[in-house]
């Protein structure tokens, strides 16, 4: 099983939709969690952390399900410049030090 | 409040080359992950390193490719004898003290092999 897995899509969604993405972690004693943005050819940016009571900023809601050992993000009234890549990322300690894991990302395509 | 330096931003070898990927972390991050992606790739996990220290490098190849983080100046990333299949773009992140902080990312090299 992988350390962490997404589906990598692509999602293809109307503008204004909802659209929610699940990523989940097989390692127990993970500490921190995190959502990223990647757009074709740039640099993943960070989008938001996410928080066990879950957090929201915007359109953009992030909820960690511990039990499950699962994340997601919901995207509410999707935009065309949503469009891009949208990368899991766990935090946590493994053989001694801080790991840190990255999904492979999930594509979600916003049309008009 | 510069963040994470990476360059050149663009570099072309031919094979048989060596390619020098230079990344400076953000100011007071100590942190340093070094990640290659293919095109129409998901980001691969090279190395992590902290100061003089390599902690992680797992995802390194075995061959050809080293990792280093000196006490003063950037990280480098060495690529010798370079190949057409070590074309990609090569991101450098850094993160503070507690890594259980976010990651930030610099703007990458895209390695270009002839």
């Known amino acids: 099983r992988k350390e962490v897995e997404q589906d990598p899509g692509p999602f293809n969604v109307p503008e204004g939709a909802t659209v929610a993405f699940n990523c989940t972690y097989s390692n127990s004693a993970s500490q921190s969690f995190f959502w990223y943005r990647q757009d074709c050819r740039k640099e993943p940016k960070l989008l938001m952390s996410?928080?066990?009571s879950g957090n929201e900023d915007g359109r953009f809601t992030a909820q960690l399900n511990r039990a499950s050992q699962y994340i997601s993000l919901l995207i509410r009234d999707s935009k065309l410049s949503d469009s891009a890549t949208y990368l899991c990322?766990?935090?946590?300690?493994?053989?001694?030090?801080?790991?840190?894991?990255f999904g492979i990302g999930t594509k979600l395509q916003v049309i008009p | 409040n510069a963040g994470v330096m990476q360059n050149p931003r663009h570099l072309v070898r031919r094979r048989g080359q060596e390619a020098r990927l230079r990344c400076s972390p953000m100011?007071?991050?100590?942190?340093v992950y070094w990640y290659r992606q293919l095109p129409e790739e998901g980001l691969k996990f090279m190395v992590y390193?902290?100061?003089?220290?390599?902690?992680?490098e797992s995802g390194m190849p075995k061959e050809r490719f080293s990792a280093e983080f000196p006490k003063e100046g950037p990280s480098i990333l060495r690529i010798q004898q370079v190949v057409r299949g070590d074309s990609a773009a090569y991101f450098c992140?850094?993160?503070?003290?507690?890594?259980?902080?976010?990651?930030?990312f610099g703007d990458g090299t895209r390695l270009s092999i002839l």
């Open positions: 990322v766990v935090n946590g300690k493994s053989g001694g030090y801080q790991k840190v894991t």
């Open positions: 992140a850094s993160s503070p003290v507690s890594s259980n902080q976010p990651q930030h």
């Open positions: 100011k007071g991050h100590s942190h």
């Open positions: 996410v928080y066990s």
């Open positions: 390193l902290q100061k003089e220290n390599i902690i992680d």
